[in-house]
């Protein structure tokens, strides 16, 4: 074999078109940013009917809860630079009036529907 049929069958080996093993596909209608909001929506609209026992339910509040006390946290320290536990305070009276409330409601002493404990809590809160 000479060195220009060598360097021809380089050649025609490297023009050759590469073949995409992947077929073409329709892009997802929601994408970015629209589309992981809704998804994540649709996971927490689905969420109480596949964990259907008090426990689950109860623990998928509390997740929430913790949720949004975490981004209002990145809010303040993240994004707007300011370090602050003012909110961890409010938070913590809240729980700890809502505490005091429910042992209440339980001894009959405070005649409030339990619904309407976590009003309680978001008024004491905000004084």
Not at 4 to 9: G, K, P
Not at 40 to 54: E, G
Not at 61 to 87: E, K, P, T
């Amino acid at each position: 074999m000479s060195l220009e049929s060598a360097t021809t069958a380089a050649g025609a080996a490297q023009a050759a078109p590469e073949v995409n093993p992947v077929p073409a596909m329709r892009p997802w209608p929601l994408r970015g940013r629209a589309g992981t909001w809704a998804g994540f929506a649709l996971i927490l609209l689905l969420a109480p009917l596949v964990f259907s026992s008090d426990l689950s339910v109860s623990m998928l509040s509390q997740i929430g809860i913790a949720i949004v006390a975490c981004l209002s946290f990145n809010m303040l320290l993240g994004q707007g630079g300011m370090l602050s536990f003012g909110h961890a305070v409010y938070t913590g009276l809240a729980t700890f009036v809502c505490i005091h409330a429910l042992l209440g409601i339980a001894s009959g002493a405070f005649p409030v529907p339990v619904s309407l404990v976590p009003l309680i809590g978001g008024l004491a809160g905000a004084r």
